[in-house]
């Protein structure tokens, strides 16, 4: 298998599989899919998060996805955990992952697994000329548990958010390790193993699908800096980079092509709108951009199926948002976007990783002994006033395409050189 990884970097004669247009379809009957926070990422104090046990989803993984299927939730974004499932070097247990896979298969959930959720096993240096190898070798090896767990297919994020963690761990210092001026480094390390992990798993399950998510942002220029404007434009650019990175048209040198990029995951929340400085644009603003045109853009771009791969607020701004948001998905929808849901996330709340405050952020709160969490009503009724419209908004959308490529009998490929699109926007 290493082999053919090393193969796919340096041989430039290696024809690569052809690439088509795959709709990604909904996982299952429902638009709307769930996600449960997962991060497992060391502290400043040297404590590591583990999201999966502090909100008691690893423990109560049964009757979390029973409730999910009440609200007519047929797909979720879950956390497989490096951290868990690699303990020591080369050595795998994925133990953690069978009570949720068991589960989902009784309950009719299907899965999206996510490999690295910003942490990393402790023998891992992440800037380690090895550490796209051994990324891949952990990938391989899940993708082997799932298949003879009877997982045929598969459907897998492999580094959550690549560009946020560069940005956050390797210029910030605000993500372990806690770098500055190593961001550019860190990224193309996180899209080398990308590559690596899915040429990994696609060794074992060739038909595996898999999602990129990033988060979209719109920074506002002031117009009384105007010295600041070059600046701003090239920020708003780099939003699209790990995508780019990934379909090789930038970088080619790391190994990308369109081959890699097949889903991509848009994450959105309130605060993805701001200024220079950081203060946050606000919906209403008319220099707010709406969602519906960010979706678009990214479609011109890229071509590829879409989802909305995590979205929310806080308290009494859940339901509000949701309604926004959704409202925005059925606009790119009748724009013929590819879109096939909204994961809403988080969908229980959790503890803050700084501070450990009680996010009141998700659909559900923190479980009780007997595994069962008060629903936040508000957000309940959002979610099934909307859930119709966006299933019928995507079965008129798949009609519209399918009729227009119905004539060729072709798939439509996929863009290698997607059209510049500018996020800048007075």
């Known amino acids: ?116 959720h910003f942490g990393w096993p402790d023998d891992v240096d992440v800037f380690g000329a090895s550490f796209p190898r051994v990324f891949a070798r952990y990938a391989a090896a899940l993708a082997r548990f799932l298949c003879n767990e009877g997982v045929l297919h598969g459907s897998f994020s492999p580094i959550n958010e690549i560009s946020f963690l560069a940005w956050a761990a390797g210029d910030m210092r605000y993500l372990y390790p806690f770098q500055a001026a190593r961001g550019v480094e860190l990224k193309t390390q996180l899209v080398r193993a990308t590559i690596e992990a899915i040429e990994a798993i696609r060794g074992v399950l060739p038909d595996a699908r898999f999602l990129q998510p990033e988060p979209v942002i719109h920074i506002v220029a002031n117009p009384g800096e105007p010295k600041t404007l070059g600046r701003v434009e090239s920020d708003n650019l780099l939003q699209y980079q790990t995508w780019d990175m990934l379909t090789g048209r930038v970088w080619p040198q790391l190994g990308g092509g369109p081959q890699y990029l097949d889903v991509v995951g848009v994450n959105f929340y309130p605060g993805n709108q701001f200024m220079p400085d950081g203060t946050t644009i606000e919906r209403g603003d008319l220099r707010y951009k709406p969602f519906a045109t960010m979706l678009k853009e990214v479609q011109a771009r890229y071509g590829r199926p879409m989802i909305v791969s995590e979205t929310g607020s806080e308290g009494d701004a859940r339901a509000p948002w949701l309604e926004y948001v959704a409202h925005e998905c059925v606009a790119a929808l009748r724009a013929d976007c590819d879109l096939s849901g909204i994961t809403l996330y988080p969908i229980v709340n959790h503890a803050g990783w700084d501070d450990d405050r009680h996010c009141h952020n998700g659909l559900w709160d923190y479980a009780n002994d007997a595994g069962e969490r008060e629903a936040h009503q508000p957000l309940c009724m959002e979610m099934l006033r909307q859930s119709s419209r966006l299933s019928t908004e995507y079965e008129a959308m798949r009609t519209r395409v399918h009729a227009v490529r119905q004539p060729s009998g072709k798939s439509l490929s996929i863009p290698t050189a997607p059209p510049q699109v500018s996020s800048t926007q007075p």
């Open 1 to 116: 298998m290493q082999r053919t990884i090393e193969r796919t970097f340096t041989n430039p004669n290696v024809t690569p599989r052809p690439v088509l247009h795959r709709p990604f379809g909904r996982l299952g009957e429902s638009f709307f899919g769930a996600g449960f926070e997962c991060s497992d990422h060391r502290l400043a104090d040297g404590r590591r998060l583990d999201l999966l046990a502090s909100t008691r989803h690893i423990e109560f993984a049964a009757a979390d996805y029973l409730r999910l299927r009440k609200m007519g939730i047929s797909w979720c974004r879950e956390g497989a955990s490096w951290v868990r499932c690699e303990p020591r070097p080369g050595q795998f247990d994925f133990s953690s992952l069978l009570t949720r896979l068991h589960a989902g298969k009784s309950q009719g959930v299907d899965i999206i697994w996510d490999l690295m």
